[in-house]
Every structure is written in structure tokens, then in C-alpha cells.
């Protein structure tokens, strides 16, 4: 097809396409012990009603137990657990009623799909929600009935966060830690390469959690979050020195490549220690090595041009590994106290004033939160109308396949299908193997609950497998037999998934209608990082400007991949997006190298004229980001190339060479940058969207 996109080969990558696990085996233990201590002791103490109650909420608030500081995993997991036992408390007490039901279900969808203006784990609150909502309908009781089996599911997702929190007193700080130590393993790569294409998305999604982790609404408040936020700050710096060195490197006797690999070694020996909790003793010797290849390479005047660079990196590296060793519990009495808010520019409006904003159709969120409310209502209403046997996995499916982007809803769709036969399949298989015995199948549950919770990240299909496993063999502890009904619930998983993208295709949200537009906040985000370095501020500034930047960047990207696996993207909007990231990026790291300039030290005397230059390619880059959006061609920067000639011209009389060098570089090849940028958004300015 001309615009690149094949169904044959989405559904067949789908299918095949894995991933490593992204949760850690610890989390899969603990999060199915939450799930099965509760039912075995219910069964052994001849009370399975309970011990089943607790083990449903458990499971289904289990993906709430995400990484993050304590207190903010904590947090989460109670709205979670609360959200679960409201919702099943109500679908007990109205499940007979359809009407009531109807409108609860279409309550529940709006609000539950609004959520996901927050993020992917609050938006897991409103589906945990809906899916009991229609769970607890197909066995409705009295009240008392449903506010013991509300109070029961809200234990369960309690019992979880107990589980998930138990370590606290001893691990205090063990999410900072992780989170930096995954941050300077990925500064490691960076010191490695010759050459930097971009930077790497997994060391940009790693700033992105720590800075969150740090200075997040929930973030710890120990003496030893001063040396953790010291070592946030020191590892943007190495970064921009690490892309600085790379762009300027001009020996060539090997010295430079030297010199990084003993940064790269510093830099792993010291996310060991922090992964470790210990001192770094070995990021200390390896400290000392790179510091003999620092004297080596300055005495032997083979590093022209990088000597305030070398001289930058070793001293932050040396503040790396003295934080480090204050850095934990163990540090705090030796740590200065430092409290710190998150920057204005991280910090989230209100909840209540994000929710009003996202209030109108042209939002996704809401867009989303319609589809949710319909979907849920209208499969809900049909299991009902027809009376479907285990009706309820109809409106269950619907829910958890239903996604804001039409990609993630198809792939959800058909996983959950295929992955719904095989589970059913492997346990009727599993069971008919396995003694009649009632801890025979306790034992099965658990291993298919730690497959489901390990594997969710890795393969969804191979996860639903083992999920449906787990739900049947549950049920069959309150009587239900696992053997029969295998058709029905195949039927009403397939009928889910189809009305969910049935709903997806008759009110889309297209991605191709807004990728113009993350496109152009990106380019905005630039410009305003590149007008921060106009008359340069004090550090902690231009780093929080860098922070929404990579931001801009990271939604940017996802928009890009969600659009390219959309059918029906014109070929000419998905190059022009392609190309306009791939410029976006080379313009990013010419921003980062200028940055490096002022940031080895004072400010150097000539950055007046460059300073100047600077926010006038700034002006042309805006001018791009708003023709960009508007369908327009954009001006060619006007004199842009002449200015930056004369400007190098100025900075040959500059009695400082390797500053007026590199900053004669690098503004030509700011030049080229923002010129492309503008080609392309000329050659393509009328792309269809």
C-alpha cells in the first residue's frame, strides 16, 4: 500500500512481537502471594467466600503496584483498592437492575476513561473500576452482602500494598536508588559511543522516571535526597559534556576514546554501588584511573579543543562518586537536609483543573471517556438483553481492550482473543493433569499468576493466557465448573474486542490529526530551550527548560509511532513527520553542545554575539512550529547563513581559539539545522492530514 501500511503484517506483529520483561520477578512473587495466601488460609479455615473476596481485589488492583517512591506507590495503591470496593460495592447492590446498572456502567466509563489525562497508572484506577462494576453485577445480594464483599475487595488491594511496602522501614530509599542507578548505566552507553546518532530512548525515558521519582508530588523527604537530587543535576551536566565531547573531539591518537572509557567505567561502578547500596570503593578506583588519563591527556597537548570539557567531566565525576557515597540510608546522618519542590515548569495543574480542561470534543481523553461510557453501557445492556452465559466477560473485555489511540485498541483486541483460547485451552489441559485435589489447584493458580503478572509487559497474548487460567481456576473454587462454558466465554471475549474497535472506527481519534501538532510543540520546546541560552541564566534554569524539552520530545515520538500503525496515514504526512523528528533531534544535540560552552565554567566574553545569533535562529524556528500547524509554507530564515558568517568571521579576532572554534562550528551547523527544518516544512506543507 502507498502509505506503508499492511494489516496482514500488523496482525502478524502483533502476534510475534515480544519484549524483555519489565517486572521484576520479586514484584510477580509478591504481588501473587497478595493474590493466593488469602484464598489458601480461606480454604483451610473453611471460609473461601473471604479468602476469595480478598483474592479478587488483589488481582485486580496488582498492576497498580508500580515502581516509584513509597509514599506514592502507597497513595496509588489505596485509590486503587478504594476505586475497586466502591465499584464492586455498587454492582452487588444494583447488579439485578438493568436500567440502574446502565446508567452506573455509563458513569463508570466516562469518568473511568477519563482518567487517563493523568497517565497510564491512574487511568488503570478507572478500568480496575469498571471491570468490577460489571464482575460484581452477574452475582448481586443485599446490602449486606455487598458492603461485606465491597469491604473484602478493598482489603485485597490493601493486602497487596502491604506486600508492595513491606520493605519501607528497611529500604527507605531503594526507588531513588534504582532510578539513578538506571540513569547513569544508560550515561555508561552514552561515554561509550564513538559517534552520537541520538540519544538513546531508554536513557531519555530513565531521566524522565528519575526526575518524576526525585522531585515528584510524592517524593521522599530524607536528609539523603540532597545527595540524590545532587547526582540529578550532576547527571544532566555529564550528559552534556558526554554529546559535546563527541561533537568536538579532535584528537587523534585514541586519547579521547580513552578517556571515555574510564568515564564509562566511573559511571557503571557507580550505578552498582547505588543498585548495591554500598560505598563505591570501586567506582573510586576506577575514579583514579580516569584521572591518571586526564593528566595524560592535558600534558600531552593532544586535547585541543576539549581541555575545559576533560577538565568539566573529571570533577563531576568525582562529585558523582562523593554523593554517591552519602547517597541511602546509611548517609543521611552526614547529609545536609534540602527541601525541594518540583520546578513550575513539571509541576501539574490541579486534578480538577486538568479534568475541566479535557471537558470538550477535541480532546483524546475525552473522546476516550465517550467511547468507555458507550461501549461498557451497550455490552453490558446486550449480555443482559440476551441473557449471554457468563455474560459478564462481554462488557469485562470491552473495557479492558478499549484504548485512547486506535493502535493499542487493535493489538489489545486481537491478543486478548487469541490469548483468551489458549489460556482456556491450557488450563482445561493443565487441570485434567493435575490431581482433583484443591492445593493441586491452588498451586496451579499461583504459578499462572506469576506468569500473567511477569509476562504482561513482555507478550500480552502469552499474559491473557495465563490470566484467563487464573480466573477460571478462581471461579472454580465458588462452584463454577472449569470445563463447561469454554465456547460462551470465547464468544463473548471475541464480541468484546470487536465492539470495541467498532467503537474505535464509527468516532475515531486519528493520530494523523494531531501529530502536526506534537510535531510543532516539540520544535517550540526547542526554540524556547535555545532562547535560554540566549542570555544564560543560572543552571538550575536552563535544566528545567531541558526538562520540558525532553518532554516535548517523548510525546512527540509517541505520536509518531501511533500513527505510522494506523491505517489510512498519507505517506507524505508520515515522512514529513519522520523527517521533521529525525531534524528536531541533530538541532536538539547542536543546542546541547552550544549549552556545554557556558557550562564548563563562566560565561566566555564573546557569548554577547553568539548569545544574539542564537535567539534569532530561535525566531525562525518558532515561525516554523507555527506554519507547521497552520498548513503553511515558512519563511526561509532571512540572512540566516550571512549572519552566521559574519558572526565567525567576528569570532576569528576572539583571543580565546577553542571557544571561538567550536562556537563557529557549532552555529554553522545550527544554521543547517534550522534551514532544513524550514525545507522540509515548505516541501511539505500542504500534507494532508
Not at 506514592?72 to 455498587?90: D, K, T
Not at 542507578?181 to 561509550?192: N, P
Not at 568525582?318 to 546509611?330: E, F, I, K, L, Q
Not at 490470566?467 to 464468544?491: C, Q
Request: proline residues 4%; positive net charge.
Amino acid at each position: 500500500m502507498s502509505n506503508g501500511y499492511s494489516f496482514r503484517a500488523s496482525v502478524i506483529g502483533t502476534l510475534i512481537r515480544t519484549k524483555r520483561p519489565d517486572v521484576p520477578l520479586r514484584v510477580a512473587l509478591r504481588n501473587t502471594a497478595a493474590v493466593v495466601l488469602p484464598l489458601a488460609l480461606g480454604l483451610m479455615f473453611g471460609y473461601p467466600q473471604i479468602g476469595i473476596g480478598i483474592a479478587a481485589g488483589a488481582l485486580d488492583t496488582m498492576f497498580s503496584d508500580q515502581p516509584g517512591p513509597y509514599q506514592q506507590r502507597l497513595s496509588r495503591l489505596f485509590l486503587a483498592a478504594l476505586a475497586a470496593g466502591a465499584a464492586s460495592l455498587v454492582g452487588f447492590l444494583i447488579g439485578d437492575w438493568v436500567l440502574p446498572m446502565s446508567v452506573a456502567c455509563a458513569i463508570c466509563g466516562f469518568f473511568g476513561g477519563l482518567l487517563v489525562v493523568f497517565g497510564p497508572d491512574i487511568a488503570r484506577v478507572g478500568m480496575t473500576s469498571m471491570l468490577l462494576l460489571v464482575i460484581t453485577a452477574a452475582t448481586p445480594t443485599d446490602l449486606g452482602g455487598a458492603l461485606a464483599g465491597g469491604v473484602l475487595i478493598f482489603s485485597g488491594g490493601m493486602l497487596l500494598a502491604v506486600f508492595s511496602i513491606a520493605a519501607w522501614p528497611l529500604q527507605r530509599y531503594r526507588p531513588e536508588r534504582m532510578a539513578l542507578a538506571t540513569v547513569y548505566r544508560g550515561l555508561a552507553v552514552l561515554a561509550r559511543k564513538q559517534q552520537h546518532d541520538g540519544e538513546a530512548p531508554a536513557l531519555t525515558d530513565a531521566m524522565d522516571a528519575l526526575q518524576t521519582t526525585l522531585l515528584g508530588r510524592h517524593h521522599a523527604r530524607g536528609r539523603a535526597m540532597e545527595a540524590f537530587r545532587v547526582l540529578l543535576e550532576l547527571a544532566e551536566r555529564i550528559r552534556l559534556e558526554l554529546v559535546a565531547m563527541a561533537i568536538l573531539e579532535t584528537t587523534r591518537d585514541g586519547m579521547g576514546e580513552m578517556f571515555r572509557n574510564d568515564a564509562a567505567r566511573v559511571l557503571s561502578a557507580t550505578a552498582d554501588a547505588l543498585d548495591a547500596a554500598e560505598p563505591p570503593q570501586r567506582a573510586q578506583r576506577a575514579l583514579a584511573t580516569l584521572q591518571a588519563s586526564e593528566r595524560a591527556l592535558l600534558a600531552g597537548g593532544g586535547a585541543v579543543g576539549l581541555a575545559a570539557h576533560i577538565q568539566a567531566l573529571s570533577g563531576q565525576l568525582a562529585a558523582v562518586v562523593r554523593n554517591t557515597h552519602w547517597a541511602g540510608s546509611r548517609g543521611e546522618e552526614r547529609a545536609q537536609r534540602e527541601e525541594t519542590t518540583l520546578p513550575d515548569t513539571l509541576r501539574s495543574a490541579s486534578a480538577l483543573s486538568t479534568l475541566r480542561a479535557n471537558l470538550t470534543p477535541h480532546s483524546v481523553a475525552f473522546r476516550h471517556a465517550v467511547r468507555s461510557a458507550v461501549v461498557l453501557t451497550v455490552a453490558f445492556a446486550v449480555s443482559r438483553y440476551y441473557a449471554l452465559p457468563h455474560g459478564y466477560w462481554l462488557p469485562m473485555t470491552a473495557a479492558i481492550v478499549l484504548r485512547p489511540d486506535f493502535a493499542a485498541t487493535f493489538n489489545f483486541g486481537l491478543l486478548r482473543v487469541v490469548g483468551t483460547v489458549f489460556g482456556l485451552m491450557l488450563t482445561t489441559l493443565v487441570l485434567r493433569l493435575t490431581p482433583d485435589v484443591v492445593w493441586a489447584h491452588v498451586a496451579v493458580m499461583g504459578v499462572l499468576c506469576v506468569a500473567f503478572r511477569y509476562l504482561a509487559g513482555a507478550h500480552y497474548g502469552i499474559a491473557v493466557a495465563a490470566l484467563t487460567g487464573t480466573v477460571v481456576v478462581l471461579l472454580s473454587f465458588e462452584g463454577v465448573d472449569p470445563f463447561e462454558a469454554m465456547s460462551d466465554r470465547v464468544l463473548n471475549t471475541a464480541l468484546g474486542s470487536g465492539l470495541a474497535l467498532l467503537a474505535y472506527l464509527l468516532w475515531p481519534t486519528w493520530e494523523r490529526h494531531r501529530a502536526r501538532s506534537a510535531l510543532s510543540d516539540m520544535l517550540c520546546a526547542y526554540a524556547g530551550y535555545m532562547e535560554a541560552l540566549v542570555a544564560p541564566a543560572d543552571s538550575r534554569s536552563r535544566y528545567e527548560v531541558r526538562a520540558a524539552t525532553r518532554t516535548a520530545r517523548t510525546n512527540a515520538q509517541a505520536s509518531l509511532d501511533r500513527m505510522v500503525a494506523e491505517p489510512g496515514t498519507p505517506a507524505v504526512l508520515r515522512e514529513l513527520a519522520e523527517t521533521l523528528y529525525a531534524n528536531g533531534n541533530r538541532l536538539a544535540r547542536t543546542a546541547m553542545a552550544l549549552e556545554s560552552l557556558i557550562d564548563v565554567g563562566d560565561v566566555p566574553e564573546g557569548w554577547s554575539q553568539v548569545g544574539a545569533f542564537i535567539g534569532e535562529a530561535s525566531a525562525a524556528l518558532r515561525a516554523q512550529a507555527g506554519a507547521l500547524t497552520r498548513m503553511e509554507a515558512a519563511p526561509m530564515p532571512p540572512g540566516l547563513r550571512e549572519h552566521q558568517r559574519a558572526l565567525a568571521a567576528a569570532l576569528a579576532r576572539h583571543k580565546d581559539r577553542g571557544f571561538a572554534d567550536a562556537a563557529s562550528r557549532l552555529t554553522d551547523r545550527l544554521t543547517d539545522n534550522v534551514d532544513t527544518i524550514a525545507h522540509v516544512v515548505n516541501r511539505r506543507s500542504t500534507a494532508p492530514a
